[in-house]
């Protein structure tokens, strides 16, 4: 150790509590390690693996918040490693580090988040209008800040690990797509070039009316999207619009505009089924993809 980073760190020892096991359970274990000044968790984490445990599991890639990889719970809140500095932290208690509470737990600090990449497969992608040749299509910008917000994601799960409604209930996972893709889900039904009427698949499949308006997901996402006042609360005013709004229903009957796509339809587009459709097709099963009505 530097003499400046000792006079920094006043030779003060960091005592860290890691999360040591697998899917049959574990505990935590205690590693005591010089302070140094100036480091992220990731820092720490990674020199207790090269100087004391070699065996320990932990994701990482990036290191500059960026790919979202090194998601844990850091006394108890969920974050990434290498953006939770050691100076925010008090260093006179333990400092705790976990795995996501949210996902199964493969080794150590490492979780399965497979969950996510599944309900990403089964949300429809962007469908562009047919333009005449030669149109061009201008969007406001307005319109590209709104959805650039929820491009910004970097699929670190934060905030899926944080939503009650399938971190204490495991089995609304098969009902529930969580916040991470209800900000995907808005992005999509908001772009002004997408055709596609999502709004009753966001109610029916994906669980949207679960969500209860907490914040939390906002709360710990690093890239600062709005989740909540910007993608879930605009997206359940669309699908009340298209549900229960009975002006809305009695202007679609005087204006001939057709239904909301319903939820079948709308799924039908997600990759996932076309993929199966793709198959059956070569198999002989299955006709031509559906028509979107409503969209």
């Not at 590693?31 to 820092?43: N, T």
């Not at 988040?113 to 299509?137: D, H, M, T």
Request: glycine share 6%; charged share 25%; net charge negative.
């Amino acid at each position: 150790m530097s003499t400046e980073t000792a006079t920094v760190a006043g030779q003060r020892t960091l005592k860290m509590r890691l999360w040591r096991g697998d899917e049959s359970g574990g505990d935590f274990a205690t590693y005591e390690i010089p302070a140094q000044e100036g480091e992220v968790v990731l820092d720490v984490v990674h020199r207790i693996q090269a100087e004391e445990a070699p065996d320990l599991a932990v994701r990482w890639n990036c290191k500059a918040g960026k790919c979202g990889s090194c998601s844990a719970e850091i006394n108890g809140r969920p974050a990434l490693m290498c953006m939770t500095r050691m100076s925010t932290l008090n260093i006179d208690e333990p400092i705790t580090v976990s795995p996501m509470r949210g996902f199964p737990i493969i080794r150590d600090l490492v979780t399965d988040v497979s969950f996510n990449y599944a309900v990403a497969r089964r949300i429809p992608a962007f469908q562009p209008p047919k333009l005449a040749e030669g149109e061009v299509f201008r969007m406001q910008q307005v319109d590209v800040d709104r959805s650039q917000e929820f491009r910004k994601c970097i699929e670190c799960f934060l905030c899926q690990n944080v939503c009650h409604v399938i971190r204490d209930h495991e089995d609304n996972k098969e009902s529930f797509a969580g916040p991470r893709f209800f900000a995907r889900l808005a992005e999509l039904e908001m772009h002004p070039l997408d055709t596609l009427d999502r709004r009753r698949l966001s109610s029916e499949q994906f669980g949207l009316g679960l969500c209860n308006i907490t914040k939390c997901c906002t709360e710990v996402c690093p890239e600062g999207i709005h989740i909540t006042d910007n993608a879930i609360i605009p997206l359940k005013e669309r699908v009340v619009d298209a549900r229960f709004d009975p002006v809305a229903w009695l202007g679609r009957k005087i204006t001939g505009k057709p239904d909301p796509t319903p939820a079948a339809v709308a799924a039908s587009f997600a990759p996932e089924t076309l993929e199966q459709q793709q198959a059956a097709r070569a198999l002989g099963k299955v006709g031509s993809h559906p028509q979107t009505s409503g969209a």
